[in-house]
């Protein structure tokens, strides 16, 4: 682990305790030894991320595309032959930053929603970094949602994370038989628009990044937010199963019992 990991490991101590309280629910509770060691990794993991995402500004399109794989395009590709654009479900494993680049020189425009940062200095750097190559940024606002359909409806693909309840509008689902509090967001806007569901997963490999998509979920014709949710569950939990080491979510997904009211 870098340096640099390992100390943002050792004095993270509440990024640290959430993304130990997460493996809990996912790896062998009672291997301790197991739970750190992931949870090192991913310290580890996101590090590279922040390094890559300073990198992007300067690589190139083709750099870009060289680095990242994507085995399964057609599932996208079937996806947009719906015309009515595409949304990419993902949870916070490897970096999206850069598959996200990636996907927009193969020629899908893309567009991020994104939280709004205490600090307006790293919130406008980080911005400008993510904007590298023409991605769409979106703050999350009044317009939000509006701004997404219509890309969507202009054959655009949008990207969200559901492991993130940013504007705590979210539910609590289960998730590894566990309450947790969960984004409805990318249901929501594909119930809405009546648009597919790409699960995805953003992978970090030995030289450089493969972008595991999955089959389309169908809205059907009655576009449901909570049958879309129970659709795309299972297939989240095996994202983060098949890479829990590079789980770069470090705030408490999981609820207490007491306190959950979960949706089926």
Not at 54 to 74: F, G, K, M, Q, W
Not at 87 to 106: E, K, Q, W, Y
Request: charged letters at 20%.
């Amino acid at each position: 682990m870098s340096i640099v990991g390992a100390c943002a490991y050792l004095f993270g101590r509440d990024a640290r305790r959430a993304a130990i309280r997460n493996r809990a629910f996912v790896l062998d509770r009672h291997d301790p030894d197991r739970i750190s060691r992931s949870t090192r990794r991913a310290f580890a993991v996101q590090v590279a991320n922040y390094v890559d995402l300073i990198r992007l500004h300067a690589a190139s399109t083709a750099l870009i595309a060289a680095r990242v794989a994507v085995p399964d395009v057609e599932h996208l590709a079937a996806a947009l032959r719906s015309g009515r654009g595409a949304v990419l479900a993902t949870v916070h494993i490897g970096d999206f930053n850069v598959v996200s680049h990636a996907s927009l020189v193969r020629g899908w425009p893309i567009a991020i929603p994104v939280e709004n940062l205490r600090s307006p200095v790293v919130a406008a750097l980080l911005t400008r970094l993510r904007r590298a190559h023409g991605v769409t940024i979106v703050p999350i606002g009044p317009r939000t949602f509006q701004d997404l359909r219509d890309h969507l409806s202009r054959g655009g693909v949008v990207a969200m994370a559901i492991d993130h309840d940013v504007q705590g509008t979210g539910e609590v689902h289960a998730l590894f038989g566990q309450p947790a509090r969960l984004s409805t967001a990318a249901a929501v806007l594909a119930a809405r628009a009546r648009a597919p569901i790409v699960p995805v997963a953003c992978v970090r490999t030995a030289d450089g990044f493969t972008a595991e998509l999955q089959p389309p979920i169908a809205p059907g014709d009655r576009p449901s937010p909570r049958l879309l949710m129970r659709a795309l569950l299972p297939r989240v939990e095996a994202m983060i199963r098949r890479h829990v080491d590079q789980w770069v979510m470090f705030r408490s997904v999981f609820v207490d019992d007491d306190v959950a009211q979960v949706k089926r």
